[in-house]
Structure formats: C-alpha cells, structure tokens
C-alpha cells in the first residue's frame, strides 16, 4: 500500500511540470488569438457570415422536408379555393388572414403576378390567426364557397382582402347584398361542422409547417414567410423553372 501512494505521489510530480507548461502555452495561445483577431476583426465577422450561410441553409432543408411531408394537404386538400391555371407547372399556396395589413399588401402583388403569368396554380388556405374578426371573415368566405360556390368565394375573398373596417355581420351581410349573393343562407352556416373542420385542417397543417404569421407562401418547394413583393416571387419562380 505504501508502495502503491509513493509511486502514485512520484507520477503526479513528475507530471506536475508538464501540467503546468501545458497550461502556460494554451493561455499564450490564446493571447496570440485574442491579438489576432482584434488585428483583424474582419476575421469575425467572416465567421459569422459563415455561420449564418449554414444556418440559412439548415432552415431551407427543414422547410423543403416539411413541404414535401405536407404535399398531398397543402396541394390537394378538396377543398381550398384554387384559382390562376389549375394545370399551371408551378403552385402558389398562400395562408392568410383578412385581418392581416402584410397579406392585403400581398394581394394585389399575387393577382398581378397571376395576370401576368399564366401558368401558376394558386391555391389559398384560409389562416385566421388574428382574433375573432379573423374567424368571422374566414367563416363567411368559406361558408360561401360551401353555399355559393368558387366564384362567389373569389369575390367575398377579394371584396374582404380591398375592406379595412371591422368584420362583423352586419357588414358580412351589406357585403353579400353588394356582390348580390344571399347573405342570410351564408350566415346561416357560419357554424357549419364543415366550416369549422376547413379552418381547423388549415390550422394544423399551419402548425405542421411551423407557420405562426401571415402571410405564408409555399413555392412548389419553398417556404417563403412573410410578405415579399412582386418581383421576389417572380425571381423565386423563374429559379424553380430554371
């Protein structure tokens, strides 16, 4: 036993002055790095800019896996409004909320992208996140499209996407007289379980696809978050084409 603490004694003195001049290089080293890069801060910045390129990308790839797991409910639900060119080689989803300042803007950039290019297929999903004023209107154009049909759909659609006053039933219900649609048969089914089902599928497809504002726009392939003018989706378009 005495042998065994003296010769465990002799190797951690022994080792002691290694330990030591280790310790004395690695805080040297780090000086030397420390006066490196205040020499050189654009060195820090390089390193940032590449550590946000990956991270960038990383989020590209989790969106396109989510994208592509969501295909089927994002493209082909049966149910979502789906206007522009139904056999268009490119398709345009947007979730949005009527409510939303961002998705008004949005609007008038999508319709004016779809006139001038004639080969997209735009399907819209009905997203409201914005409180009770947002249910209501997304209530009343669906109810629509369920009584009414997918033209009456687009003009509630668009009539709700050019209004920035309060949504209530009452101005659903002069909005309906205007388009000259019955308005008492569409709120009569605002609480309809099918209505109700639309909006809940379009929530959870939301939440599969980490989507919490409007708009959203899904590229074919690509999330694209938040507002974004015209001439960014047509560049992402073109790209897609190749």
Known sequence: MFRTLTATAFCLSAALPALAQSAADDAAFGERVRAYLLDNPEVIMEAVGILQQREEAAAVEADQAMVAAQNDALTNDGFSWVGGNPDGDITVVEFMDYRCGYCKKAFAEVESLLATDGNIRFIVKEFPILGEQSVLGSQFAIATQIVAGDDAYKAVHDTLMAYNGEITTDTLRQLAETLDIDGDAIL????????????????????????????????????????????????IIDQLRG
């Open 188 to 235: 009569a089914r605002l609480d309809d379980p099918e209505v109700m089902r639309r909006i809940t599928a379009n929530r959870e497809l939301g939440q599969a696809l980490d989507i919490s504002g409007t708009p959203t726009f899904v590229v074919q392939n690509q999330m694209v978050r938040g507002y974004v003018p015209e001439d960014q989706l047509k560049q």
